[in-house]
Nanobody, 123 residues
Framework: QVQLVESGGGSVQAGGSLRLSCAATGFSYSTYSLGWFRQAPGKEREGVACIARDGSTDYASSLKGRFTISKDGVKNTLYLQMNSLKPEDTAMYYC?????????????????WGQGTQVTVSS
């Protein structure tokens, strides 16, 4: 059974940092492209970052330099390091896994999704 479980969310003041984790069971990260998405209340889900099977990465242009995506193949865990957080980063964050080549910032690329972890940044 394929399952993705996010953790690491929480409440932080502006300027702070959080590291999100996404643990996978039922499949190996080495065979999937992986991504992080977020959705704020009343807004559409948007791509944050993605990492392909070969380790190449892509980021939402507005987040590049503050967020870093990485994965640990041994632990089968995906990470999102978030620094210099802003109130506008407040959202539910989701990890996703997909079978396509490369990686993509669109939700339709991905086959499996986690339940999400809430990130709240206060000013």
């Amino acid at each position: 059974q394929v399952q993705l479980v996010e953790s690491g969310g929480g409440s932080v003041q502006a300027g702070g940092s959080l590291r999100l984790s996404c643990a996978a069971t039922g499949f190996s990260y080495s065979t999937y492209s992986l991504g992080w998405f977020r959705q704020a209340p009343g807004k559409e889900r948007e791509g944050v970052a993605c990492i392909a099977r070969d380790g190449s990465t892509d980021y939402a242009s507005s987040l590049k330099g503050r967020f870093t995506i990485s994965k640990d193949g041994v632990k089968n865990t995906l990470y999102l390091q978030m620094n210099s957080l802003k109130p506008e980063d407040t959202a539910m964050y989701y990890c996703a896994a997909g079978l396509g080549a490369g990686c993509a910032m669109r939700a339709s690329f991905y086959n499996y999704w986690g339940q999400g972890t809430q990130v709240t940044v206060s000013s």
